[in-house]
């Protein structure tokens, strides 16, 4: 087991092996880079940190990490901007955080395949991953009355979740557990759909 603290305490529940793959998916500004953010800060001190960034120049990151620890000393990880190729910047045995997965369309084989990349370099380290979902939609009754349909899943839809042994859903007032594989007390209710 690795010693992998989570925002909201998930590891109370969930337990992260080596070789772990994990997902957050979110709506465009609902919170994923402060999650991860988050959860660089709770793991830096005890495992060397790569965070990958796809869009947010260093002085955009500076400023959302001071806001989260004004102490700019305390903050000790690696960071890289980079929009592809994420597999080859893996450090195998290290916590990589990925912020996020960009994939051309909406095409399931284009992030199957890149999930599958960086998960195939994974030794002893683990991998989070943050994808862009859809935001919630309006549907339709038959008496044209409406109702919202909750998208939970990110870019890839149900094919970025093989991988993912963790899978979180975003949005802008709520986090669901769409998926946890690893239960660390078997005799307790499972995470999913917390």
């Not at 990349?117 to 919630?136: C, H, P, S, W, Y």
């Not at 009355?145 to 990110?154: K, M, P, T, V």
Request: proline residues 4%; glycine residues 10%.
């Amino acid at each position: 087991e690795l010693d992998i603290r989570w925002p909201f305490g998930l590891e109370e529940w969930e337990i992260t092996y080596p070789g772990t793959l994990d997902v957050i998916a979110g709506s465009s500004g609902a919170g994923k880079t402060a999650y991860m953010l988050n959860f660089l800060r709770l793991n830096q001190d005890n495992h060397m940190v790569r965070y990958m960034t796809s869009e947010m120049s260093p002085q955009q990151m500076r400023h959302r990490l001071l806001k989260l620890d004004p102490d700019a000393d305390s903050w000790t990880f690696e960071a890289i901007r980079c929009s592809h190729g994420f597999a080859d910047k893996i450090l195998p045995d290290s916590v990589n955080i990925i912020d996020y997965l960009e994939v051309d369309g909406e095409s399931p084989s284009g992030v199957v395949n890149e999930i599958r990349e960086i998960f195939d370099r994974l030794g002893t380290g683990m991998a989070l991953v943050g994808l862009q979902k859809k935001g919630n939609t309006t549907g339709y009754k038959k008496d044209g009355s409406a109702y919202q349909i909750r998208n939970e899943l990110g870019r890839g839809g149900a094919f970025s979740m093989e991988k993912a042994r963790l899978y979180l859903s975003m949005d802008y007032d709520e986090m669901t557990v769409v998926k946890a594989s690893n239960r660390r007390d078997d005799d307790q209710p499972t995470l999913r759909g917390r």
